[in-house]
């Protein structure tokens, strides 16, 4: 039961991922309309569209027919992400994160987290410029070019429609990550993941950190697949996580065992006066 509560946000986050995957594998072979499509496109119970904001710019720049499906749709994911859940696509809804997860957990083990065949400093932003470069691809080839080697689209087909050669690239992503970059695909790479880095940039869920009850363990730092993010804060300042990479995967605060750490509502919670209230009374 403790490590039940300890894992929350880890737990909940596989039944939420795996139970969209259900969901898509269930529309395709027993027509159930609860969530039909693929996480580029989809229907909500056969009505509501759900747009993913990178496939919907591949689509403009490749100058295909946009239906107002996909603009509503559109509009609802950036809402959705923007105001709310900032870039928890990639921890909440994702399944590619389920293997770079693992990923990262067999690096642990075997103990060699740092080791990495590339420099991964220098490469941190490659991914914003990979999602520029993979637009004017689009544009180029008059297509949505991204989407046709997404892993995440690759793993949908693969559950979805049963394709077995879906999971060869998958396993390639698996080896990067665990073998020559540590967070390789997800913190280097993916145009999704750094086009809802930007989409969720001023969302409202955010993690903040209790520099009273930090002990600089270092926890947090070792298990977040951003720790850039958590650097500039932690033991530092008592501040929101504000690195617009943060996934919202709640991993840096199950790790914590001095309460550092939890989710908080940005704006609308003033963690930062009840700090200063704290600091002015000792
Ligand atoms: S970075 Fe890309 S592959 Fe990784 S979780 Fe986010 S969208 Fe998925
Ligand atoms: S800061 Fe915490 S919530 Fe954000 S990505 Fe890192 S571990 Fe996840």
């Keep these: 039961m403790g490590s039940i509560i300890k894992n929350r946000y880890l737990i909940l986050r596989r039944i939420s991922q795996l139970t969209i995957l259900f969901l898509y594998f269930a529309a395709n072979y027993w027509g159930l309309k609860i969530l039909m499509g693929n996480l580029s496109f989809s229907k909500l119970f056969n009505t509501i569209p759900l747009t993913d904001p990178y496939a919907f710019l591949q689509m403009l720049f490749a100058g295909a027919v ?4 996909l603009i509503i749709g559109v509009v609802i994911i950036l809402l959705f992400y923007g105001l709310i859940g900032g870039r928890a ?12 997860d693992f990923a990262a957990w067999v690096r642990r083990k075997t103990h060699h987290e740092k080791d990495n065949l590339i420099n991964a400093t220098k490469i941190r932003n490659f991914r914003y410029v990979f999602m ?3 637009l004017i691809v689009s544009t180029v080839v008059g297509a949505a070019a991204f989407e046709f080697i997404s892993p995440i689209g690759m793993f949908t087909r693969a559950v979805a429609f049963t394709l077995g050669f879906s999971w060869v690239w998958l396993l390639v992503i698996f080896i990067f990550d665990a073998f020559v970059l540590k967070n390789g695909w997800c913190g280097h790479i993916c145009p999704v993941g750094a086009m809802y880095s930007i989409v969720g940039s001023k969302s409202i869920i955010r993690v903040w950190h ?21 650097s500039p804060v932690i033991d530092k300042k008592s501040d929101y996580i504000s690195g617009i990479e943060c996934t919202n995967c709640g991993r840096c605060i199950e790790v914590c065992n001095d309460n550092a750490l939890e989710f908080t509502l940005r704006y609308i919670i003033n963690k930062k006066g009840e700090n200063n209230e704290k600091t002015a009374t000792n």
């Design 210 to 230: 209790n520099k009273d009850n930090c002990t600089a363990c270092g926890e947090c730092l070792k298990i977040c697949p951003e720790n850039q993010v958590l």
């Design 132 to 134: 520029v470069m993979m």
């Design 66 to 69: 946009i239906s107002s499906d």
């Design 89 to 100: 696509y990639c921890s909440w809804v994702c399944p590619v994160n389920m293997i770079t």
